[in-house]
């Protein structure tokens, strides 16, 4: 079965770091997205992504984060200067419409020191 | 603000019991419904998920669905101790895919 795929699993950066997280998604799914869930938390929805362009996003989305479709399949969230509140496991996901099942990848855990 | 409310605590059945765990929304426009399995550590697996008013079944797993008294729930039958995990209400809020999330049910299947 088709299924999303993230790198790093575990990546560790200090504060004021950038970094970049990658996902590609499943390839006929056409709207993509980020969630985050930091730990014993809900998960929470930060962007959506259809059509190379950001279709919705959440108020914990600022100016320090963007998401980029580089190429015909990879998927990238990156954050510009860390804080150490951004510490979370974050999850792409994948979709074929915007009601259909969101299909997450197996998540990229992100400590920031 | 629109919320996903799974208020019950940590819930533990024999094996081989139905496991039931509800959720309940407040937005009346939500459109479509999902209940997710996670592990710990690991990433929401989608169980099921429901459109319309009543019940769906897909093996073990039931969901049933009441847009009047917007709630949401998960049966589990013939509970296996693969099961236990923690079970995400999540909730379609404006049929663009941005899921609210319950906190979760955590189930643990004692053999």
């Known amino acids: 079965e088709p299924e999303v795929t993230q790198t790093p699993s575990h990546q560790v950066t200090q504060m004021g770091q950038e970094v970049i997280l990658r996902c590609v998604p499943i390839?006929?799914?056409?709207?993509f997205y980020w969630y985050r869930q930091i730990l014993g938390q809900k998960v929470e929805f930060l962007v959506s992504?259809?059509?190379?362009?950001?279709?919705?996003k959440s108020e914990i989305f600022d100016d320090q984060f963007s998401v980029e479709r580089p190429d015909g399949s990879n998927f990238t969230l990156k954050i510009r200067s860390t804080k150490l509140e951004d510490s979370a496991m974050y999850f792409c996901a994948s979709s074929q419409s915007t009601n259909s099942p969101l299909h997450f990848g197996n998540g990229t855990r992100l400590t920031v020191t | 603000q629109k919320e996903v409310e799974q208020n019950s605590g940590p819930l533990s059945v024999p094996e081989g019991a139905i496991a039931s765990l509800n959720c309940t929304y407040s937005?009346?426009?939500?459109?479509?419904f999902f209940w997710y399995r996670q592990y710990s550590g690991k990433s929401p697996e989608l169980i099921m998920f429901?459109?319309?008013?009543g019940d769906k079944e897909d093996g073990r797993f039931t969901a049933q669905l009441n847009k009047a008294s917007q709630y949401v729930s998960l049966l589990i039958r013939d509970s296996q101790p693969s099961d236990s995990a923690t079970y995400l209400c999540a909730v379609n809020l404006y049929g663009n895919n941005r899921l609210a999330f319950g906190k979760g049910n955590q189930v643990v299947v004692i053999p």
């Open positions: 992504f259809y059509n190379n362009e950001i279709s919705e």
């Open positions: 429901i459109y319309s008013n």
């Open positions: 390839s006929n799914h056409l709207y």
């Open positions: 937005d009346r426009g939500s459109q479509s």
